[in-house]
């Protein structure tokens, strides 16, 4: 079966060729950019899928260096959020953002993971960010779709930056891409066997608070909750008496009382960084109404500016967010990164996350869990990193580390502190089987995306874990 797909792959490669821009500035920031950047799209699928990426080449040795393939959760978030807001060389000035519609300024990120590390932040599946498709039938997806889509970008990405075929390549992600990953990171296996033709040199994984198995995460929140003082003993134990440990689908109808009684004392917390505030009242600074696509186009070529209201007195993450749209949807951007427009002179409607993925119904097929491909891949010589900010409940660490115990990996070092500049930076446990090793580490304070809260211990732990060195 290997050597039809070879041909018709081939084949593809021929005669689909992706296209690709060298990015030297980018608005907002003052200068040329002191580093490598490319943007471009990558036709899959006989070319109606066509995936936007953005490629942050390494400031130290991009000939050398490993390469990170980077996807957001959702399924559905645009990889965006990653570069400008996490660990791109580059991030979003939102502190002194003046609310008067302007475009937002850019400043370099100390802390960026590119600074010995190759980044490509991949817009999937389509419809996310700036990724498109030609027909209305390629917007329809689910987890297997898109993990076949992932691997033929990645063979015809390959292929046209041939420079790379060496480096050591590693896949990462937050949230939803847990579910991911590790089917990917197989399929990758699985093809380089079969003798495909771009041999990734795969080496592991670097995840973020990753979904995993819904059952497990799901009824970690719950724990959470009640761990952390949201959800007082008597309360959870009696539910958790009631329900069997099974929050997910209440076997009878005191434990779905009981459930409900727990959901409502957490109904108006952030569960994403329980410590901030949830903001469910404030209004949307941008103003862009919550629309079809074709009318939020014509919403944003009727309003270039974004008009907004008096700024905002009250500070919510989700405004970082905003400010970032109206980056992303400013027709002179999406010139410079050379982003596709269905209707010349309208700029495309970028949003953060696109809810017909994330919720239906174009995207219908999610795996309930995947920790049997995680098993799996305990059996190679990879290595894996999981992290986990310790204040987000919707994918908590303590749900997270169940489901790592179910993979019967050999505890080579126990609970201990890890730290940088000499503070607890939070929690490691170090695991192995064989040739393959796995890393668990609580980032403390951080959330969903610990990147975004905790810069400095995210960039210390990720320098540490790549160059083999313990946490």
């Keep these: 079966m290997g050597l ?10 021929k005669i689909v060729l992706g296209v690709k821009y060298n990015i030297t500035s980018l608005p907002g920031y003052d200068g040329e950019l002191p580093f490598n950047l490319e943007s471009g799209y990558v036709g899959v699928e006989n070319d109606t899928a066509q995936y936007f990426y953005l490629f942050a080449e390494s400031q130290r040795n991009s000939a050398e260096d490993p390469i990170l393939f980077w996807i957001t959760g959702g399924p559905g978030c645009s990889s965006l959020r990653a570069f400008f807001l996490s660990h791109g060389p580059v991030k979003l000035d939102t502190d002194n953002y003046s609310w008067d519609g302007s475009l937002p300024k850019l400043l370099l990120n100390g802390y960026a ?3 010995g590390l190759s980044i490509i932040y991949f817009d999937g599946p389509i419809g ?3 990724s498109y498709g030609t027909t209305a039938e390629i917007y329809e997806s689910g987890d297997s779709i898109f993990v076949k889509q992932i691997y033929e970008f990645l063979q015809q990405w390959l292929l046209e930056h041939p420079q790379f075929s060496e480096n050591s390549f590693y896949f990462g992600g937050d949230g939803y891409s847990g579910n ?3 089917v ?3 399929t990758v296996l699985d093809g380089n066997e079969a003798g495909n033709i771009s041999f990734l040199n795969i080496k592991g994984y670097m995840l973020g608070n990753p979904g995993a198995d819904f059952s497990i995460d799901f009824n970690g929140r719950h724990t959470f909750a009640n761990r952390i003082g949201f959800v007082p003993d008597e309360l959870y134990e009696a539910a958790d008496e009631s329900c069997s440990g099974n929050f997910t689908n209440p076997p009878n109808d005191v434990c779905k009382t009981l459930v409900d009684a727990m959901s409502e004392l957490t109904r108006n917390i952030n569960p994403v960084q ?4 949830a903001c469910k009242s404030v209004p949307n600074y941008l103003k862009l109404p919550q629309i079809g696509e074709q009318s939020a186009r014509r919403y944003l070529e009727q309003n ?5 209201s008096d700024p905002p007195t009250f500070w919510c993450r ?3 967010l905003q400010i970032l749209s109206i980056w992303a949807n400013d027709e002179t951007v999406q010139e410079v990164l050379h982003v596709h427009q269905e209707d010349p002179g309208t700029p495309h409607f970028w949003q953060s996350c696109n809810d017909s993925i994330i919720v239906g119904p174009a995207y219908t097929e999610k795996a309930s869990s995947v920790v049997s491909y995680y098993n799996n891949l305990t059996n190679t010589n990879l290595k894996g990193l999981i992290y986990s900010g310790d204040h987000d409940m919707e994918i908590a660490y303590s749900a997270t580390q169940k489901w790592i115990w179910k993979l019967n990996l050999t505890l080579e070092e126990s609970w201990r502190a890890w730290s940088v500049n000499n503070e607890t930076a939070g929690y490691v446990r170090f695991f192995t089987n064989g040739d393959f090793n796995l890393t668990f580490a609580t980032v403390k304070g951080a959330g969903h995306f610990a990147t975004e809260y905790k810069a400095e211990e995210c960039f210390e732990m990720a320098e540490r874990w790549l160059a083999n060195e313990s946490l």
């Excluded at 270039?304 to 907004?308: D, I, K, N, S």
């Design 274 to 277: 329980v410590i901030e505030p």
């Design 318 to 320: 989700k405004y970082d």
């Design 128 to 130: 996310t960010g700036y």
């Design 184 to 186: 990917v990171t197989q």
């Design 4 to 13: 039809p797909f070879l041909v018709v792959l081939f084949s593809l490669a």
């Design 113 to 115: 993971w590119t600074k």
């Design 304 to 308: 270039p500016t974004h008009p907004l």
């Design 180 to 182: 991911l990953i590790p």
